[in-house]
Structure formats: structure tokens, C-alpha cells
């Protein structure tokens, strides 16, 4: 590629695990004048998101606000600040993210107990249950609500009550549930909980909104030690981050990501964050319906399935990276790969944010129709359309 040239990017329709197709009200308002991080406008525009974020959130937690980085940076945040050296952590791990949870608390010192489940399956109340009956010295849970490598959805008020019994925080990863599934932090007395803004939100990749109650920030208050991550220490960003117009200076925040993130959230309190739920399950079922007669099977069981990524099985005749690079190159059309243990046997196909909408589910059901009758299946995509049509027609869930 000549290096000189301006980078023009195809245009796709995104219904992998993340990024989502970003509305192009949200790349606008990302094009608009970059102004300083400390100028008083910019600081309105702090209290704005973070009061938009503890709507999507439903909080009132002070320590409500967007990490500048990825997912991944705000799940880092949120061990470091809760876990030090010593430390008995139990990590629920049922699929790809929890494995990072526990690498994170290891890094951060902690003796972390495994409860591992099934791929494919909620995390059980009842493990997390027996973990903590014989680890008295836990003080710290931590799980993941939406488990994006696998397509499960565990019930993360249940498993916040297990924690509650045993006197234990939770850290719960919320990255693809935000803004898609329902998340009550408050109500279901979650303690440290990140998300991302490429999923359910809808915006580009690169910030992690992160939520922490006063029991979580009293923890932090109280560590032996200090947060080991200079840059993740909630002490030390609160001073940017805080309340009042004393703000100091403690890292350069990335300005236009979070114009786009405040328009994103905006249009996510204009449909109602009910109605944006209700809308990822509606869709969900509808897509399900089409995918079915193309004859895919889900990896979770009905129950814990995850609607903003559907998660189901390659035919064994089929050659699995082909159909997604088939599906790029003739339909530019994203699915995504399986991850870890379902690497090779499964796709992942996800309906979050914009992208889960009536269009893109018609466009992914004929591309796949289309796709795995070129690769020999006998499958009606037509047909598929015309359930997936059925299923939206039917009147909404609540
Ligand atoms: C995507 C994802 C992450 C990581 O987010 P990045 O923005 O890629 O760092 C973490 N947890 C879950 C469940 C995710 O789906």
C-alpha cells in the first residue's frame, strides 16, 4: 500500500462480536473541533457523559465514567484498584473473558480460586455458591455477565446475591450487556462493573465506561498497598474525573472519542434504554428464527442466551473461515470467528447496538443463505428471511 495515500475504508455492515455499525450522527459529532481537556466547556461535556452513563448504567454511583481504553483497560481498572497482594479473589470463568479476569488478578497478587463452567453456559449460582463456602477468606467475586466468546448470558443479579451472602464485592464485565441486556447496578448491588463503548453502545472502539459503588471506592480507600497501575488508580483519576470545576490535569483525555460517546449515549436516551433492550431481544428471536431454518444451532441453551451475539455451530461440512471470508469480500458483511476453546466451531454473529436492526438481519440471512448454498448445503434463504419477517411481526416482549 502506497503509504502516502489517505486510508479509505470499505464500507461493511459490522455483526461480528464488536466493533457495531456506528451511526454516522456518531462519527459527526467525532469530526467536530478538538478543544483542550481542561477547557470549562469540555468539562460540562464530562458531567454530561457521566450523567448519561449512570442512566445506562442505572446508578447513582458517584465514580461513574468512561476509562480512556479499550474494554479491556477499564476490566484492568477495576482489578487493580480492588485487588492487592494477598488477596483471596474467586474468578467465574466461562468462556474467553473470564480467563483474562483471572490472569489480571494473578498479575495484581491475588490467590485467585477458579470456578469454571461449561463453554456455552451460564455461570452457575450454585458453583460460585460452593466455591465460597469453602473459601472463607474470598473477599472479591468477579464474572462476566455477557460472555461475548460464547453467546451465554448469566444472571448476574443472582450471582451478585451469592457474593452479598458471603460478604464479598463483584467485579462484573459488562462490556457486551451495556446498552443490550438488562443491567441494574444498583439495584442488583453490583460493586465494580465495566463496559465498552463498541458493542451495545454503538460508538468506536477505544473508551471503557466503568461504574464503582462507595463500597468498592471504600475498599480502594482502605488498600495496604497502592493500586500497583499509576494510571488506573480511581484515587488519582477522580481528580480529573471528579465533581466541581477543580479539575487537575492527569492524563490528556481522547476528546473527540468522547464527543462520539456522549452522542451515542444520547441516542440511547432517546429510544429509551428499556426500548433498546427489548429491541436487541426482539431481533434476536427474529434472527434466530432465520438461522434455524438455515440449519445452525446455537452453542447456549434457550434460557441463557445472550441476544446481542448469537453464537452457533458450523456444519461439519462446511469450512468455516471460507463462509466468513466469502462473506466480507462478496457481501461485506462481518461475522466473527470462534475464540479459544470454539475456535474453528463456531460463528459468532452479533446484533448489538445500530447494528441490530431489521436491514441487517434480512442482509445476513440471505448473504449466509447465499453463501452456504454456494458451499452445498441445501438451505432457503428466502425461507429464512421469511421467518426471521414472521418473528418481527410478532408484538414486542417486555
Ligand atoms: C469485547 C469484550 C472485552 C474487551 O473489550 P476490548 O474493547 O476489546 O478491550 C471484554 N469483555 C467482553 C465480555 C467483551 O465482549
Not at 115 to 123: I, K, N, S
Not at 215 to 239: C, E
Not at 360 to 374: F, P
Request: proline share 6%.
Amino acid at each position: 500500500m502506497n503509504s502516502r495515500k489517505a486510508f479509505l475504508p470499505p464500507r461493511r455492515i459490522l455483526m461480528g462480536p464488536g466493533p457495531s455499525d456506528v451511526a454516522t450522527r456518531v462519527l459527526e459529532a467525532m469530526a467536530r473541533p478538538t478543544i483542550g481537556h481542561l477547557d470549562p466547556d469540555f468539562i460540562f461535556l464530562m458531567d454530561h457523559i457521566k450523567a448519561q452513563l449512570q442512566y445506562a448504567f442505572r446508578t447513582a454511583n458517584p465514580l461513574t465514567m468512561p476509562v480512556s481504553g479499550p474494554g479491556t483497560a477499564g476490566m484492568e481498572s477495576c482489578i487493580a484498584n480492588l485487588v492487592e497482594p494477598g488477596d483471596v479473589i474467586v474468578v467465574c470463568q466461562n468462556g474467553v473473558f473470564g480467563g483474562r479476569l483471572k490472569a489480571m488478578a494473578v498479575r495484581c497478587g491475588a490467590t485467585v480460586v477458579h470456578v469454571e463452567d461449561e463453554w456455552g453456559r451460564a455461570v452457575s449460582p450454585s458453583g460460585l455458591e460452593s466455591a465460597l463456602r469453602s473459601n472463607p477468606a474470598a473477599s472479591v467475586v468477579a464474572f462476566v455477565q455477557a460472555e461475548t466468546s460464547t453467546g451465554a448470558l448469566s444472571d448476574a443479579a443472582a450471582l451478585a446475591k451469592v457474593a452479598e451472602r458471603y460478604e464479598c464485592l463483584t467485579i462484573v464485565d459488562a462490556v457486551t450487556s451495556l446498552g443490550g441486556s438488562p443491567l441494574e447496578v444498583d439495584a442488583w448491588g453490583l460493586d465494580a462493573v465495566y463496559s465498552g463503548t463498541q458493542k451495545c453502545l454503538s460508538c468506536a472502539p477505544g473508551l471503557s465506561p466503568i461504574t464503582m459503588s462507595d463500597r468498592a471506592m471504600a475498599r480502594v480507600a482502605h488498600r495496604r498497598t497502592p493500586v500497583q497501575s499509576w494510571f488506573m488508580d480511581v484515587n488519582l483519576v477522580t481528580g480529573y474525573w471528579g465533581s466541581g470545576t477543580q479539575r487537575s490535569y492527569h492524563h490528556t483525555a481522547p476528546i473527540n472519542a468522547l464527543y462520539g460517546l456522549n452522542e451515542a449515549l444520547l441516542m440511547l436516551q432517546e429510544e429509551g434504554l428499556l426500548a433498546a433492550w427489548a429491541r436487541h431481544k426482539q431481533n434476536h428471536l427474529a434472527l434466530k428464527a432465520g438461522l434455524e431454518v438455515l440449519g445452525l444451532e446455537f452453542v447456549a441453551p434457550r434460557s441463557e442466551r445472550l441476544p446481542q451475539l448469537n453464537a452457533v455451530r458450523v456444519p461439519d461440512e462446511i469450512n468455516e473461515a471460507r463462509v466468513r471470508q466469502r462473506l466480507l469480500e462478496e457481501y461485506s458483511l462481518e461475522i466473527g470467528a470462534g475464540l479459544g476453546a470454539l475456535a474453528g466451531k463456531v460463528w459468532r454473529i452479533g446484533l448489538m447496538g445500530y447494528s441490530s436492526r431489521r436491514e441487517n438481519i434480512m442482509a445476513c440471512l440471505s448473504a449466509l443463505g447465499q453463501v452456504l448454498t454456494y458451499e452445498g448445503l441445501c438451505v432457503s434463504a428466502t425461507e429464512a428471511q421469511a421467518e426471521a419477517d414472521r418473528a418481527l411481526r410478532q408484538p414486542t416482549l417486555p
